[in-house]
């Protein structure tokens, strides 16, 4: 089977990880063990960023960002509904609504029109989602945040190394979340980061990611156990090290197989719009004029024939139980998401794809969509 994404770890890791164990020191209770600083030095540079807050977690990433710009009870926050569903559940952990924009129907990102509509005198964050490792436009967010003295959280998830008219993503945004969750572009096992460059909002997550302690035993503001450990941090920077050698293939990868997918008319194939660099996460194609049921008979025939094809994301958060029930979102349409969420699945082109591995993808998605 040809995963939708695998795990790219050598010796380096292995050896960074021993080297930890062998120090004795595996965490820290300030959240600043040796390694974990050396990993945040090393990330605020690699994206351009003044600092660099390393967590437990993508979904930790976003909680405390929240928490850090003073999201609370009665506060609106607007954000996609074609997401993971950790997006909204980090608003409502936080205690405020969540407040669901449509999508862009070519590059699947927040709708700087459908946030605008829905932005009110309560909306205290507007977070944009980087989908499928393409990053936001957040130029037109950035506007719509000014106007209304909304935070803006860029949810970076799927986006190591991407870049937004010539900057790299994870120094534009007030804050910055990413995630390196074991298939991510780049992995600590879990693990998360936030990039600011505000001083202020680095101070607080600092201390919400350690129970709130502005000092040993001191604590001054909610906060949690959401630091990263010592392992993670080394087996970080081993991978933020060779996530350009990562990125570099899966581009390879998404070139070739657009290529050989060009040919078909049935598929609508994946954009890179001027201006914004695509980290490639993941290849997602959409079939054209599909319903969900011949989208997911497509994706099983794939299955079948040994390659990973998966849909991400089949239920849109806003239609999900939770938040189309007991927060009563039912009613709001968003036709773009929904129309993406019953066409589009995704291909594997990570690191570990070879050029014939994309061949012989390409040659059964033809056929199979035929």
């Known amino acids: 089977m040809i995963k939708i994404n695998d795990v790219c770890v050598g010796k380096e890791e292995i050896e960074a990880i021993e080297e930890v164990l062998k120090s004795g020191i595996l965490t820290d209770k300030s959240g600043m063990g040796p390694k974990v600083l050396d990993f945040e030095k090393r990330y605020s540079k690699f994206v351009g960023a003044k600092h660099a807050v390393a967590v437990s977690s993508g979904t930790a990433a976003l909680h405390a960002a929240l928490l850090a710009a003073d999201v609370q009870p009665g506060d609106e926050v607007v954000l996609p509904s074609f997401t993971f569903a950790a997006t909204a559940n980090a608003v409502t952990m ?14 699947y990102c927040i709708k700087p029109e459908s946030v605008e509509s829905v932005l009110t005198r309560k909306t205290k964050a507007i977070v944009a989602v980087d989908i499928y490792g393409l990053p936001v436009d957040l130029d037109p967010i950035i506007e719509l945040a000014q106007q209304h003295d909304a935070v803006i959280i860029e949810d970076a998830a799927q986006s190591h190394g991407a870049m937004c008219r010539d900057r790299m993503v994870g120094s534009t945004a007030h804050m910055t979340c990413f995630s ?47 630091r990263m450990t010592e392992i993670a941090a080394a087996m970080g920077t081993v991978q933020l090290e060779k996530l350009p050698s990562f990125l570099e293939k899966r581009r390879r990868n998404a070139e070739m197989m657009t290529e050989q997918l060009s040919t078909t008319g049935k598929l609508i194939l994946p954009k890179e719009p001027e201006g914004l660099k695509h980290s490639w996460y993941l290849y997602t194609v959409r079939l054209r004029g599909a319903n969900a049921g011949k989208r997911n008979k497509t994706v099983e025939k794939l299955e079948a024939k040994g390659i990973a094809a998966t849909v991400y994301y089949e239920t849109p958060v806003h239609l999900q139980p939770l938040y189309r029930d007991r927060l009563g979102h039912r009613k709001r349409a968003l036709p773009e998401t929904e129309k993406a969420a019953r066409q589009v699945f995704s291909l594997p082109i990570h690191p570990k794809v070879c050029p014939e591995d994309v061949s012989y993808i390409a040659e059964n998605v033809k056929k199979v969509i035929a």
């Open 94 to 107: 936080a205690g405020a609504e969540p407040v669901f924009a449509d999508i862009d129907r070519d590059t």
């Open 180 to 226: 390196f969750y074991g298939g991510k572009d780049m992995t600590t096992g879990e693990g998360g980061m936030i990039t600011s460059n505000n001083e202020d909002y680095v101070s607080a997550l600092r201390m919400i990611r350690t129970h709130g302690e502005e000092r040993p035993y001191w604590v001054t503001r909610l906060g949690f156990n959401y």
